[in-house]
């Protein structure tokens, strides 16, 4: 009953009910009558996100930024940490936009009284363009076609759509290719119920072991904005840059040199973070993420059942793992279905009285098993077990596990916000 009425509210807290006044207080009381009983429901999972830390995060990502502008990246419902809670917390911290990707991630930060410009990071259809003009939404352009349909729309409701185009320098997903310059400026002169707000890349590789693919990108992107520049408008905002390349175009003299040339034309630049605000990075490989970022996500469960296993036996589906020696094994109450990656299978490693355990055996929908051999005669049924964070000196980020199994921090995150219990903020 509890996840039903989760799901509803959710539903119409998402914009779909409570557009329309006449269900507005009962979209309230459902809210409020989900939140009680969730309060009272079992948490074999505990979610804690700290507040104080995505706010330090994001003061630190925007004195990384300046003089740039900075767009906080909270698509994934704040990549699972929750945007409705987490939009507030951006603009106190500096925040200049807001980067989502679904109408309903928009709605919540305008829900929350956040009135920073927003930026939509992928394309978007016909109906959520529609919706989004009132939501103060830039879209993103990268075709011809997509330009024409947002112009039709903005000519039937007689509203002028802000968009960014979006140029495509090896991400391959969308955006006009740098051969369609000369296209590109023919629509920017033609932009009736238009408004071209920005222009933008986004690196397919600024997390690789080497910046050399980026640093030609780069110099492509200003090659693009130098022929555009004499047809944009002052206003038109020039962004490239995501958490990676913030953190690693210092150490390139390319880059820096082709930043002192796009700062040169004068429009406004700005940054995109997203890693960066959670305290995360997408790779272990290329680059070190500053000292000062911290983590604001922390997972953890409890032991539900400890068993002594003799040696010989098979843990798991699969039989992937068999127990060499007589091991003390302890069952957790999660699994893919909550969130932990079935990838973690034999390679996954958790805390538990603050020493790192490994995870033996497949990860099942609801349940994952844990050598604590380690800890015989001090391991007991209910003691907390860390999934993701620290505990006494020890930790396990979520980068590790994501490289691990060949994954990357974002989709455990999104996944353990969306499936599992409700998130506590501190």
Known sequence: AAQVLRLVARETLGGRVCQRPAFALFSFVLFRIQSVVSSRMPKHIRIVVSKDRFRRNVELAKELSSPQMLCVVLKGNA????????APVAAEAGADFLGVCSNEEAIA????????????LRMALRDEIVEGVDLGIEEQVGTVESVRRIREIANEIQKTI????????????????????DEVAGIVRSCEHLKISGIMTHFPNADGKTLEPTEAHLEAFVSFVDRLAPVLSP??????????????WRSSAPMQAAVQK?????????????????????????????????????????????????????????????????MLIAALPIGFGDGYLRGLANKGKVL?????????????LNIVTVDV???????RVGDEVVLFGAQGD??????????????????????????SSPIEYV
């Open 235 to 248: 206003e038109c905002v020039v962004h490239a840059f995501n958490s990676a390349a913030m953190v690693r």
């Open 394 to 419: 020890e930790q396990v980020t979520f980068e590790e596990m994501a490289h691990a199994c060949d994954s990357v921090h974002t989709e455990i995150h999104v996944d353990m916000g969306a499936l």
């Open 262 to 326: 796009l700062q040169s034309y004068g429009f406004p630049m700005m940054t995109r973070a997203g890693a960066l605000c959670f305290g995360s990075r997408t790779s272990l490989l290329a680059f070190e993420l500053p000292r000062e970022f911290k983590p604001c996500m922390r997972v953890s469960t409890r032991i539900a059942e400890l068993r002594e296993v003799p040696a010989g036996r098979t843990i798991g589906y699969g039989s992937l793992f068999v127990t060499p020696t007589q």
């Open 79 to 86: 990549y699972g940490h929750g945007v409705r809670a987490l």
């Open 109 to 120: 930060i305008r829900d929350g009284g956040v009135s920073l410009r927003i930026l939509r």
């Open 162 to 181: 802000p968009v960014h185009v979006n140029l495509d320098l090896g991400m391959g997903r969308s955006g006009f290719f740098p051969e369609q310059c």
């Open 352 to 364: 538990v009285h603050g020493q790192r355990c490994s995870v033996v055996g497949r990860v099942s």
């Open 373 to 379: 051999t380690a800890l015989r005669g001090k391991a």
